[in-house]
Each structure stands twice: as structure tokens, then as C-alpha cells.
């Protein structure tokens, strides 16, 4: 516990906290000023009612955090958490989007009292309690690891998004392919139908010239020919 407080205090220091923020997020460029930061609250959560008439009961979450402030760029700021970890954490990807959730809930939460007591309000926005120019500032979530190894959750996210973006471009072309086989079948099969042609001699001569199976071949027939 001591020593846990003690790296809250130190990183609580306005000038370390934007030393960090710089080195680490901004990739060593001064963006970050001490005095572009102020305190925020550790303690994050939300009060949701749930239910109607009656029934409807409060849902009350509390999480609190390590270090967190608001940074200021210009007239816009974000919210940025410090969670500092020794030993490793299996869920701390969850616990820190959890982290940032909560943020998200509170600040819509202020814009819902906000937009409900404004007059000329659409019906979208009514339901929603989020005018369409309503906006929610950033936040995201640093962990400093203290420990000798961080043995789980080793995994870049850029990597991680570049791979997911890959695999969507391979399997868009492989769709496309398939896409682009079916077309050509369904031509080849309509032009032996125009020139009177049997089901057994298009069945060879997809197989031929489309470089297709035999049971494939037999299943396009059965699909396009009329």
C-alpha cells in the first residue's frame, strides 16, 4: 500500500505527469505543458436507472483510479489515466477499458441533463439525451508496469489493427474472387445455353476453362441453367 502511494504521488506531480505523457505518448515531443493539466477525480462511475414505472431501480458503479487528470489542447482536452501495476494483470486490457467506459458514461451522462432541459430539441435528441452536436472528450488509459516481467497480454495494437486490417483486405479479395469465378460461370453457361449446347458438354467445358471441379462445375449448371 506504501509503496503504491508513493508512485501516486509522484506521478500526481504535474510536470512528471507531462514528462511521461511527452515521452512515452508523444514520442518525446514537448506537446504536453504542467500547465495544461488539472486534477480530476479518481473515483469514475456512473448512476443508471434501469426499469420502468415502478420497478425502475438505480445502478450505481465506483471505480477508482491511480492517477488521472484532464489535459488541455487548446479549447478541447482529454482525460488521461496513470494505472500503475507490479505484478501482471491478465485483465488489464478489460479493466482499463472498463476504466474508460465509465469516463465515456459519466461525461454522456452530463450532456443527457444537459440536452434535456434545452427547448427545440428533436425527438432523436430527446431519446438519445445527446444533442447532434454534442461531442465527448477523449480519454484513454496508461499502464506502468513496475515489475521485473510482464509475462501475459504482450500484443502491439497497432499490429494488432494492422492484421485485422489485412485479413479484411484478403478476405475482400478472396470474396471478390469468388465473386468474380461465379460472373464467368454464369456467362459461360448462358452462352452454351444460347448456342444449344448440352448440360454434359458445359459441364466439361467449365471445367476446362474455368479450372473448376467436376461436382462444382455440375452444381453451377444446376443453379443457372433454364
Known amino acids: 500500500m506504501e509503496r503504491d502511494l508513493q508512485k501516486k504521488g509522484y506521478l500526481c506531480d504535474p510536470e512528471r505527469f507531462a514528462d511521461l505523457i511527452n515521452g512515452v505518448v508523444c514520442e518525446g515531443k514537448k506537446i504536453l505543458q504542467p500547465s495544461d493539466l488539472t486534477e480530476a477525480d479518481s473515483q469514475t462511475g456512473f448512476l443508471r436507472a434501469s426499469g420502468r414505472g415502478q420497478r425502475r431501480t438505480a445502478q450505481i458503479r465506483q471505480q477508482y483510479r491511480d492517477v488521472v487528470k484532464k489535459a488541455a489542447f487548446g479549447i478541447n482536452f482529454m482525460v488521461i489515466g496513470i494505472e500503475n501495476q507490479e505484478e501482471p494483470h491478465y485483465l488489464m486490457p478489460l479493466r482499463c477499458m472498463s476504466y474508460d467506459a465509465a469516463e465515456y458514461e459519466r461525461q454522456a451522462a452530463l450532456a443527457r441533463n444537459r440536452v434535456r432541459r434545452q427547448k427545440g430539441i428533436s425527438s432523436a435528441e430527446f431519446l438519445s439525451g445527446f444533442a447532434k452536436e454534442s461531442r465527448l472528450h477523449p480519454c484513454f488509459t496508461l499502464v ?83
Not at 506502468?144 to 510482464?150: A, N
Not at 465473386?179 to 467445358?205: D, F, H, M, P, W
Request: hydrophobic share 35%; glycine share 12%; with cysteine.
Open 144 to 226: 506502468l508496469h513496475y515489475g521485473k516481467e510482464w509475462d501475459g497480454g504482450k500484443i502491439d495494437m497497432c499490429g494488432a489493427i494492422a492484421e485485422l486490417i489485412q485479413e479484411g483486405r484478403i478476405e475482400g479479395l478472396n470474396q471478390g474472387i469468388e465473386q468474380g469465378i461465379e460472373q464467368g460461370v454464369r456467362a459461360l453457361i448462358e452462352t452454351c445455353i444460347e448456342y444449344q449446347s448440352t448440360k454434359e458438354a458445359t459441364q466439361n467445358r467449365l471445367v476446362e476453362k474455368m479450372q473448376i471441379s467436376p461436382k462444382a462445375a455440375e452444381g453451377y449448371i444446376n443453379k443457372y441453367w433454364h
